[in-house]
């Protein structure tokens, strides 16, 4: 297939953890995939996958929805994925430009973008917005956290914006192995384990994401005007996430020790002072602030049916992914491509 016929796919947000898995997935589904980066050079050696194209943007910067028309002109953009999200303002950005100012232009650019060509007659005339969320939007108090606040606003704005076809993803706690913020099997190793709370969570492995996202990009209308929560298969709490980490390793697991949040929060900002090297045996991949300790140690869920009906997935269990992965590597990627083979028919109830 030639560029000129591959769909092409706009990913906003196109390194970082999630995004190299969306970028893989639509790459690897025959996708012409336009990577909305802000390094260029660095996201070109991360993003080595076939069909894949670099643009440069930025979203604490870039807030005029004409900015954004020329780019999807420009490409001939068919679908749109906006996976930018700050739960932070480390580097100096502002959370208000990258998560709702900037995505509120890029949204208003798709709905003009599909105007002018319904009226002149050009193609793409239904250009499909995913939106990447949070759970943490369904907290009855998300308005005390800046992070979800902000994932709310820009949510019920693209609801609100005219002309476009949209689903907004609502992921919990995303994982995978080796990649990612947290890596599970690097803390299941660690001796002492400390956990702050009994908070359930629903973590979803990032293959599940990407996968389920390619799946609904290619029949949009099966979801549109959806929100769906994008969770794993099982309502765990940290400590069981570990355990069942450790079982499907074949490892005794070790000592676990409830903290209170405020001596969490003094320990994770302690050690992320030490050097990459540490911080990766001790399983913390990224900067992590207060606010953004208590959240994720506060739990959320979300029910998945309707995102299990609508990608039609075989859901990824925490405890399969570390098993496949301890056969070998081999046994771990069969796992992963039997659910990109696999659909299942979840019956509507
Ligand atoms: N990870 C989770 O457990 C989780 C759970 C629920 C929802 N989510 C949502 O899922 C999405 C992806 O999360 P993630 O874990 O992959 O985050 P991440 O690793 O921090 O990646 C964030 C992405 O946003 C980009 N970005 C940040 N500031 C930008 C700016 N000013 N302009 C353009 N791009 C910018 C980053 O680019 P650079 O490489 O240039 O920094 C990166 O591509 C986010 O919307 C997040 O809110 C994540």
């Known amino acids: 297939m030639s560029k000129e ?77 906006n996976n930018v999200g700050i739960a932070n303002a480390f580097g100096g950005q502002s959370l208000e430009n990258v998560n709702v100012n900037a995505p509120l232009a890029l949204f208003e650019a798709v709905s003009f973008y599909c105007q002018e060509n319904k009226e002149a007659n050009r193609h793409p005339q239904n250009v499909s917005v995913f939106q990447i969320s949070t759970t943490g939007v369904n907290w009855d108090d998300c308005d005390a956290y800046k992070y979800p606040k902000s994932k709310k606003l820009i949510d019920e704005s693209l609801v609100e914006t005219q002309g476009i076809n949209f689903i907004i993803i609502r992921p919990n706690i995303i994982y995978e192995p080796r990649r990612g913020h947290l890596l599970f099997e690097q803390i299941a190793r660690l001796p002492v384990i400390t956990y702050i709370g009994d908070g359930n969570i629903q973590p979803i492995h990032c293959r599940e994401l990407a996968i389920g996202i390619v799946r609904l990009m290619n029949n949009p209308y099966k979801a549109d005007g959806s929100i769906l929560q994008a969770t794993g298969p099982e309502v765990m709490t940290w400590k069981k996430v570990f355990i069942t980490v450790c079982d499907a390793l074949d490892r005794e697991h070790g000592i676990f020790i409830r903290v209170p949040l405020l001596i969490g929060q003094l320990f994770t900002n302690l050690i992320q002072r030490l050097p990459e090297k540490v911080l990766f045996r001790l399983g913390i991949l990224s900067k992590m602030d207060n606010d953004t300790i208590e959240m994720m140690t506060k739990g959320s869920v979300g029910d998945n049916r309707e995102w299990l009906q609508k990608t039609s997935l075989k859901p990824i269990h925490v405890f399969d992914t570390y098993r496949s992965l301890a056969k070998s590597e081999e046994d771990y990627s069969n796992y992963i491509q039997s659910i990109r083979d696999t659909f299942i028919d979840h019956q509507e109830n």
């Not at 706009?10 to 999630?18: C, E, N, P, Q, R």
């Not at 995939?33 to 894949?52: H, K, M, T, W, Y």
């Not at 002109?73 to 679908?79: A, V």
Request: hydrophobic share 40%.
């Open 5 to 81: 016929t591959r769909k092409k796919i706009l990913v906003v947000g196109a390194t970082g953890f999630v995004g190299p898995a969306l970028v893989d997935e639509f790459s690897q589904a025959g996708y012409h995939v336009i990577c909305g980066v802000r390094n260029l050079e660095a996201a070109s050696q991360q993003l080595d996958f076939p069909n894949v194209e670099f643009i440069k943007v930025d979203m604490n910067e870039d807030l005029n929805p004409n900015t954004w028309l020329d780019r999807l002109k420009e490409h001939e953009i068919d679908g749109v994925i």
